[in-house]
């Protein structure tokens, strides 16, 4: 019989002779094993790791799951690989815990990069330890969770690292629209390990430690010359402000999980469950008198919309996608009457809530999002336009400005337009006008929807006329008080049917919630075909 003594390396007990004369025995073995997989053998990492700011993967997995919840896959787990001193460091788990747990009391799937193996690094092992997990999420119809912190292709298991990667995008493209992906940058990503979290729905991630970039600043040094910081390069700011890639940012990774944890309640599990309910104590008839007040009646007066979605959702708690990122837009998961709902508002505080290729980028991925996974669309306008300029359109604001057009005229799910100030040209029908397939449009009184401003419109079609006018400022301002008062009001799209109503602003919540218990049980369904082709 041979004894099990304690594990000199990560080499252990596994290649002992089993005794198989004794359960007692084999258990504690087993014991022992799991131990060690759960503890590793190199008790400094854990203290390089908190070192480094940063918890371990199993701390982040407690963070994450109600406690007690995790079933960990695969945990003895070694890779077989050899060159390069692999054979002699063969850890269990290989770099990854994968499992599944619950988050207030609903199944979610998990994998969790340890950066102690390996740096995180992904080999053959380690990325079909993930696929299993993906594989079990999809088939299951529970949203994945990754906790990534990771360094890439394992260099030193070559060509079968970057497969292992593929395998991962291969199943990121197809859990999209199935089941919720989110993704955690809690260290740095690089390679591969950053392009899967781009697959994902949301990437969350936590300033200091977390960092994502394709090539790292030793790389882009060499290649281009250019010099740059890691943190300015990939860190959260940089991927929450300029890139786009961060949906949401966080000063630290307790209150990055504990927000996933709140996202979570927001969303169905997969594409083929309504959205949570949670029970309303927010009456569902309140009125919104202050939206009066937040809206200045001048539509050249800036104000902030998130004042306005605050007025009209549930207890005024709303959370924002993307918050500095195209702030022009708004994209924001809140409540109406209980039920999850999907909000898109123009940013009157920012560049006047004009539609960009930033803003209209942003905005197709949430509308597209949202639809998937049968959140209800309201879309809050007030919207001057598409931003004029050679940038814009050189830079592609006609492609971009049609992945919005797109997403929109492509939903099913129930979508209310609501005009809280002017809507005019492209950006007024773009944002989920009737004519591109809104269920229901309403406005307020005092709204402007036009093809364009006043002012702009008769410099346009008075031009000739304004020029050789004796007093030219003074028949411009009656050309213009004319269009407005012919052209402008909502009536006159409420005579042609575009929009349903015209409300009280104070009945904004009330509107709203009524449209959308009628709508709940609409069913729409698009012609039959593979897929669509989005711009
Ligand atoms: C194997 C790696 C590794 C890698 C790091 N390590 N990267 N092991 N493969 N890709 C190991 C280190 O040797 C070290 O091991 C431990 O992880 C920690 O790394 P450090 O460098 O000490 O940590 P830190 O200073 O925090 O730097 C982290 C890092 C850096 C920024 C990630 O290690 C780095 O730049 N690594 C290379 C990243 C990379 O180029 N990846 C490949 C991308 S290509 P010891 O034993 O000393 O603790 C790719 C292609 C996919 O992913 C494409 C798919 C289409």
């Not at 919207?383 to 300029?389: A, I, N, Q, T």
């Not at 979508?415 to 007024?428: D, P, V």
Request: charged fraction near 25%.
């Amino acid at each position: 019989m041979t004894a099990i003594s304690e594990p000199p390396s990560d080499r252990p007990a596994a290649e002992e002779a089993l005794d198989r004369s004794s359960y007692t025995q084999a258990l504690t073995r087993l014991e022992r094993l799991h131990l060690l997989a759960v503890e590793g053998t190199d008790e400094a990492a854990t203290e390089r790791q908190h070192a480094r700011g940063k918890l371990t993967a199993r701390e982040r997995i407690d963070l994450l799951l109600d406690e007690g919840s995790f079933h960990e896959v695969e945990p003895l787990r070694r890779h077989r690989a050899h060159g390069f001193g692999l054979e002699d460091r063969r850890p269990h788990t290989d770099g990854v815990v994968t499992g599944w747990g619950t988050v207030h009391g609903r199944r979610v799937c998990v994998y969790a990069h340890d950066f102690q193996i390996f740096g995180g690094s992904l080999g053959e092992a380690h990325a079909t330890k993930i696929h299993k997990v993906m594989d079990l999420a999809i088939s299951t119809g529970v949203p994945i969770v990754a906790l990534c912190d990771g360094a890439g292709a394992r260099i030193q298991e070559g060509v079968t690292a970057l497969a292992g990667y593929g395998g991962i995008f291969r199943r990121n493209s197809a859990a999209s629209g199935v089941v919720p992906q989110i993704s955690v940058i809690l260290g740095p990503c690089a390679g591969g390990a950053a392009y899967s979290p781009a697959l994902t729905d949301f990437v969350f991630m936590a300033r200091g430690p977390a960092e994502m970039y394709l090539t790292g600043p030793e790389v882009i040094a060499a290649v281009t010359g250019e010099h740059v910081t890691r943190d300015r390069l990939g860190g959260a700011d940089a991927h929450a402000r300029s890139a786009g890639t961060a949906t949401f940012v966080h000063d630290d990774e307790r209150s990055c999980i504990e927000d996933v944890r709140h996202l979570l309640t927001l969303l169905p599990s997969n594409n083929r469950e309504p959205p949570p309910t949670a029970r309303a104590t927010d009456p569902a008839d309140r009125a919104t008198p202050r939206l009066l007040e937040i809206v200045p009646s001048d539509p050249s007066i800036p104000y902030d919309m998130r004042a306005a979605i605050e007025e009209i959702v549930d207890d005024g708690d709303f959370l924002e996608c993307h918050e500095s990122w195209a702030s022009n837009v708004i994209c924001a998961l809140a409540r109406l009457s209980g039920r999850p709902v999907g909000i898109v508002g123009n940013q009157p505080r920012h560049l006047a809530g004009v539609l960009d290729r930033h803003a209209s980028e942003k905005a197709a991925r949430f509308v597209s999002f949202c639809d998937a996974f049968n959140i209800p669309l309201i879309s809050l306008v007030d919207v001057p336009g598409f931003l004029p300029g050679v940038d814009q359109e050189h830079g592609g604001i006609i492609r971009h400005g049609a992945k919005l057009l797109s997403a929109y005229c492509n939903a099913t799910v129930p979508r209310i337009q609501m005009i809280l100030r002017k809507a005019f040209g492209g950006a007024y029908i773009v944002m989920d006008s009737r004519s591109i397939g809104a269920d229901l449009a309403y406005a307020w009184p005092l709204n402007e929807i036009a093809v364009m401003g006043a002012e702009a419109a008769c410099d346009v079609i008075f031009r000739h006329e304004i020029a050789g006018s004796p007093d030219p400022a003074a028949t411009r301002a009656e050309r213009v008080t004319h269009y407005r008062r012919e052209l402008m009001d909502p009536y006159s799209a409420a005579e042609r049917g575009l929009i349903d109503d015209v409300i009280d602003p104070c009945d904004t919540r009330r509107v709203l919630i009524e449209g959308l218990r009628l709508l709940a049980t609409k069913h729409a369904d698009l012609p039959d075909r593979k897929h669509n082709n989005p711009p």
